[in-house]
T-cell receptor, first 111, second 113 residues
């Protein structure tokens, strides 16, 4: 199956700092999505991207659909303690409708 | 709007036993997905339904896993017999017209001893 590689694998940051993470694939994707998962819960959709180059914001979160269509980026500005969790990218390749998830980035925010 | 409901939330069984999980999607969502999430990994798609038909079950271990969505609404995922490596969280998700925007339930955490 498709491999989506996320980096970094984990991050420890101070409250108020900005955060950047990315997701790369070996294949072209038509859709990129970013989810956040809290312990004991299912992933929650944060941002969906449908066009190469698209830049979309949701509050303090901004995500971009890479121009090559093989990557995507998520930025969180002015982090707060409730940003703690695991962030997953997910995507749909241009061949088929199957949904693939990345390996996840674990974020810890130190107050 | 009520979210995706799943039950039970937790299940502990011994290997070779059978187990079933239930999912009720968001009302009106035609597409339903079952995922397996092993600790420390992202969710992996097991099966996708469109109404009561199977769209994709290529990653479902059919020798032991089965799923149905008989009336096109709620769905059941069964494992029979369970193996140790089936220990994971089983997530159900549903999607409406924007089928790429999937909404997840809280999951069922399965432990196989």
């Amino acid at each position: 199956g498709q491999q989506l590689n996320q980096s970094p694998q984990s991050m420890f940051i101070q409250e108020g700092e900005d955060v950047s993470m990315n997701c790369t694939s070996s294949s072209i994707f038509n859709t990129w999505l970013w989810y956040k998962q809290d312990p004991g819960e299912g992933p929650v959709l944060l941002i969906a991207l449908y066009k190469a180059g698209e830049l979309t914001s949701n509050g303090r979160l901004t995500a971009q659909f890479g121009i090559t269509r093989k990557d995507s980026f998520l930025n969180i500005s002015a982090s707060i303690p409730s940003d703690v969790g695991i962030y997953f990218c997910a995507g749909v390749p241009n061949t088929g409708n199957q949904f693939y998830f990345g390996t996840g980035t674990s974020l810890t925010v130190i107050p | 709007e009520a979210g995706v409901a799943q039950s039970p939330r937790y299940k502990i069984i011994e290997k070779r036993q059978s187990v079933a999980f239930w999912c009720n999607p968001i009302s009106g969502h035609a597409t339903l997905y079952w995922y397996q999430q092993i600790l420390g990994q992202g969710p992996k798609l097991l099966i996708q339904f469109q109404n009561n038909g199977v769209v994709d079950d290529s990653q479902l271990p059919k020798d032991r896993f089965s799923a149905e969505r008989l009336k096109g609404v709620d769905s059941t995922l069964k494992i029979q017999p369970a193996k140790l490596e089936d220990s994971a969280v089983y997530l159900c998700a549903s999607a409406g017209e924007l089928y790429n925007e999937q909404f997840f339930g809280p999951g069922t955490r399965l432990t196989v001893l």
